[in-house]
């Protein structure tokens, strides 16, 4: 494993009132791959901060503004894990875990190496791994995925990638706000998904976890939401009519409002 990165981006929320009988646990969100912890920043954080929750999002090494980006090369899973650990340690009370695909993943060594308060996994990678859904979406998107420079991202090809993260009924504000926070991936956290070294039973199979996609997902497909659900003896809870990125859908209340609910 690498040394721990101090320099950490944490995009946060808190409650306009604080109420110090408030049992409600504070929340830490785990972006997913190619992105940062904006992606949690206009709907999620303030949305979950007015209901009493103390939001927090980070931006895993190498993403955003954290630091890390010249060992991105030979960053693996345990390393991103590690950063959720890190800034997690830093939060005046044990977080509710929440991670999205590749953040999901991480969320998961932790759950199965880790004592762990609670953990939502939202369009998380399957059990069974990055292959099977290479095999699936290769064709048309992860061989192009493969040779991305975001330094040199054309209007070609993140059209051909759009349809993969959005619905058509993205707002095209927060779609351009969205490919400005693109970023290259760890090919060594690629490689860890594939190998799927997050796919541990849990130590602790008493953690509450909740289990979430989008029927209209293409990444995270809702067969392979339903297959992380049954690995961890959960039900999964599939929306309808949103894609892989969620939280940045106009209809994103619909997951927001599941994870509340849960």
Not at 41 to 50: N, R
């Amino acid at each position: 494993m690498l040394p721990v990165e101090p320099n950490l981006e944490v995009r946060s929320c808190l409650p306009a009132r604080t109420n110090g009988n408030s049992r409600k646990p504070p929340l830490l969100f785990v972006h997913g791959g190619y992105c940062d912890a904006w992606c949690w920043a206009p709907h999620f954080l303030p949305w979950f901060a007015a209901r009493g929750y103390a939001a927090y999002a980070l931006s895993l090494r190498g993403h955003g503004a954290s630091g890390g980006r010249d060992t991105m090369f030979v960053t693996g899973l345990d390393d991103f894990a590690a950063d959720v650990e890190h800034v997690a340690a830093r939060l005046p009370e044990t977080p509710v875990l929440i991670g999205h695909s590749m953040g999901a993943a991480v969320i998961e060594r932790l759950v199965a190496t880790r004592p762990v308060r609670a953990a939502a996994l939202l369009s998380p990678v399957p059990p069974a791994g990055l292959l099977p859904m290479a095999a699936r979406l290769a064709a048309e998107y992860l061989l192009r995925l493969s040779q991305f420079d975001p330094a040199r991202l054309t209007a070609h090809v993140f059209e051909v990638l759009r349809p993969f993260y959005f619905s058509a009924d993205v707002a095209p504000e927060i779609l351009a706000e969205a490919t400005a926070h693109l970023c290259a991936e760890s090919p060594r956290v690629l490689l860890d998904l594939s190998l799927r070294l997050h796919w541990q039973l849990p130590e602790r199979r008493g953690v509450p976890l909740f289990v979430l996609g989008a029927e209209g997902d293409r990444i995270a497909s809702a067969d392979d939401v339903r297959a992380t659900a049954r690995h961890h003896g959960a039900e999964a809870t599939i929306v309808p009519g949103l894609a892989h990125m969620l939280m940045l859908e106009r209809q994103w209340e619909k997951p927001a409002r599941e994870l509340a609910r849960w």
